[in-house]
Nanobody, 118 residues
């Protein structure tokens, strides 16, 4: 069974940065053979795809709202995916969730809260 464990969320002032981590564990689940994504969901809003990293290492799917500010990456040795978030804005406040797809199955982490406030 796979486990996705997010960390790195917290409070940050507008313009600041955070780096979220998603540690993947479970037999046969390696980040370099999974499609890994970060989503976010703010209260009362639908879940939004923020970034995707393909098994081949291509980062795709940044919406215009985060393009140029957020970067998804991975460390194969640590079996961990990251979301570097820079120039954070109030509207980036949300719960951020890690997602993994293997074959036809989708897996979710519990999420980590990011609050951008002055």
């Amino acid at each position: 069974q796979v486990q996705l464990m997010e960390s790195g969320g917290g409070w940050v002032q507008p313009g600041g940065s955070l780096r979220l981590s998603c540690a993947v564990s479970g037999p046969g689940f390696r980040v370099n053979n999974l499609t890994m994504s970060w989503y976010r969901q703010a209260p009362g809003q639908k879940r939004e795809l923020v970034a995707t990293l393909t098994p081949g290492g291509y980062d795709v799917n940044y919406p215009n709202s985060v393009k140029g500010r957020f970067t998804i990456s991975r460390d194969d040795a640590k079996n961990t995916v990251y979301l570097q978030m820079d120039a954070l804005k109030h509207e980036d406040t949300a719960q951020y969730l890690c997602n993994a797809i293997k074959d036809v199955f989708t897996y979710w982490g519990q999420g980590t809260q990011v609050t951008v406030s002055s």
